[in-house]
C-alpha cells in the first residue's frame, strides 16, 4: 500500500515537473478589491449601499415637508369645511325665505283661483239667463207668427172666395177712387174706343 502511494506521488512530481518543462504556467492576478481601486468608493461588501448617516440627514427634511404638507392639508380641509357649512347656513336661511314665499303664492294663487272661479260661475248664470231669455222671446215670436200666420190664411182664403164678378165689385166699393180705373192701360184703351165711337 505505501509502495503504490510513493509510487503515484513520483508520478504526479514527474508530471508536474514535465509541464514546466515545456513552458511558464499562466497563474492568474489575485482579484482586485474595489475598496482600493479609490479611496473615495467604499467596499460593497463592507459599507451598506446608502450610508445611515446620511440617509438620516436626508430624511429630516423630507419628514419636515411631509408634516408642513399634511398640516396644509389639514387647514385647506378645515377652510373647505367652513365653507361649506356657510354655504349650508346661507343656503338654509334663503331656503326659509323662499319657502315662506312659496306658500304665501300658494295662497295668493288659491284666492285667484276662487275669484276665477266664481267670475266663472256669474259668468255661466248670465249666459244661461241670457239664453233663457233668448230661447222665451224666441217662443213669444214663434207664437205670434204661428198667429199671424193663421190670420194671413184666412185673409187669403176669403180673398180667394171674392174671385170673380164679386171680387171686382167688392174692389170697386172699397177703392178710395170708385170713378177712375185702376190701371193706366185700361184708361187709355177705353179712351180710344170713345174717340172710335164718336167718329162714328
Not at 503504490?4 to 514527474?14: A, I, P, Q, V
Not at 199671424?148 to 171680387?167: D, F, P, T, V, W
Amino acid at each position: 500500500m505505501p509502495n503504490m502511494l510513493s509510487r503515484l506521488g513520483m508520478d504526479t512530481k514527474e508530471a508536474f515537473l514535465h509541464r514546466f518543462d515545456k513552458g511558464p504556467v499562466y497563474v492568474p492576478p489575485p482579484r482586485p478589491s474595489y475598496s482600493h481601486h479609490h479611496p473615495s468608493s467604499p467596499d460593497i461588501n463592507k459599507t451598506p449601499l446608502f450610508p445611515r448617516e446620511s440617509y438620516q440627514a436626508a430624511r429630516q427634511p423630507r419628514l419636515k415637508m411631509l408634516q408642513e404638507y399634511l398640516r396644509n392639508q389639514e387647514e385647506s380641509t378645515k377652510k373647505m369645511e367652513r365653507r361649506i357649512d356657510f354655504i349650508h347656513e346661507s343656503l338654509g336661511n334663503k331656503s326659509e325665505v323662499l319657502f315662506k314665499q312659496v306658500i304665501k303664492l300658494d295662497e295668493d294663487i288659491k284666492k285667484l283661483r276662487e275669484d276665477h272661479d266664481r267670475s266663472l260661475t256669474l259668468v255661466k248664470l248670465d249666459v244661461a239667463s241670457k239664453y233663457q231669455e233668448l230661447l222665451n222671446k224666441s217662443m213669444r215670436i214663434e207664437d205670434t207668427s204661428y198667429g199671424n200666420s193663421k190670420h194671413l190664411g184666412s185673409i187669403y182664403n176669403r180673398l180667394q172666395a171674392l174671385e170673380g164678378s164679386s171680387h171686382a165689385n167688392y174692389k170697386r166699393e172699397r177703392s178710395p177712387t170708385p170713378n177712375h180705373p185702376p190701371f193706366y192701360c185700361n184708361a187709355i184703351t177705353r179712351r180710344s174706343t170713345t174717340q172710335v165711337h164718336e167718329g162714328q
